[in-house]
Structure formats: C-alpha cells, structure tokens
C-alpha cells in the first residue's frame, strides 16, 4: 500500500493490504485510531478514525443484542461525536442532525416515546440542527450548535435543564427544545449516567 499503487491494486498483491493495527486511506497505511470514546452505564462507544461508531456492551448501546466485541452502528451518516448514557446513546453527524438509539424512555431520544422497548436503529431527533456534540445521562440528552445553543429532551427532574420547571415538563412527550436563554455556549455536559438521574446540567460559555 503506497501513494503510486494505491492499497487496493490486484496487480500487486504484496501491496493490497497494511500491517496490523494500520488501515489504507487515499493509497497510504495509516495507523486505525479512535478520535473519541465514552462510557456509559451499561455499554461503550468508540468514533473511529473514518468517522464510523463502534459499541460494545448491553444491548441498549449495540443496537439489540449483547456485544461482546465491537459492533458497527448501522444507520449512521460520517459522525463528529457520539456520546452514550444510561440505556441510550446519541451522536451528532456531520450534517448537523442528532441520531438516537437504545430505550426510549422517559423520552430520551427525543422521538416523541416514551417507550421501554429497546429502538435498535438510530433515529433523528427532529426539529435539531446544526449539532456539532451530544450528551447523555440517565435519561436525559443535549446537543450543542455550532453557534452556542442548547438542544434538550428527556427527564427534567429536579430542574436539571436549567428552564425554572421540573421532571416532565420536557420529559414524556421525548420532544426536543431549544433553552430559552442559552447562547454562546463551548460546551455543555449532564451528570454522571452511572446514576438513576442527572440531576443537574452544566454549560459553559467564553
């Protein structure tokens, strides 16, 4: 594998693959790496080098089923984060949408559900745009724009969104909204996911 043969010439069949722990990218061996990984409750996520997720763990994260090894997440476009909580995980794609999968509940996937039952494929949230990163918790998600505003959905409780309101008031109808008065945020986190909830949310601004 090399510029002038490109990595997938037949003609030379020494050159058609790369050595261990390197993949071929533009007719050149490059190490495989991941950009990012989170760690949830129950499963891990790792975004990989050619913007792809990988999970392992409970079925929630995988997809349906147990993963013992890495599993590819179909239904995914070339991603830019993903992040994984109590029993769902979501990731941010390069065109600015923000796909979820795993449990419903409490309306973490935005979706509009509020469902136990696992949603093996990633689905959109609506009405999100322009996403550049996610998180996750319990049940509870965010997303941050690429201009510094604040996407939430799921379980509000104890007035973790930071909206004056509490527990459902986001919550059931897993419909995601804007916070009324976030702007210019860099970054945007929720609690810990190895807990029952949140609890709290923190943004931070220049």
Known sequence: CNAKTGCQNAAVPDETTCDVGKVCASGKCIKRFAKQLSVGYTGTCALRHDATVWCWGFDYTCGGGWCWSPHAIGGLPDTVHVDVGGS????????????????????????????????????????????????????????????????????????????????????????????????????????????NTSMFSLVLTP
């Open 88 to 195: 769902h995980a979501c990731a941010a794609g390069k065109d600015g949408l923000v796909r979820c999968w795993g449990t419903a509940e409490k309306g973490a996937l935005g979706n509009f559900t509020c469902s136990l039952t696992n949603n093996a494929t990633p689905q959109v949230v609506p009405g999100v745009t322009g996403a550049v990163s996610v998180d996750t918790a319990s049940s509870e998600s965010t997303a941050l724009t690429s201009d510094g505003k604040l996407w939430q959905w799921g379980y509000n409780i104890s007035g973790s969104f930071g909206i004056g309101t509490c527990h459902y008031d986001l919550g059931c109808s897993g419909k995601a909204a804007l916070h009324p008065t976030i702007a210019g945020a860099v970054k945007a986190t929720l609690g810990s996911p190895y807990v």
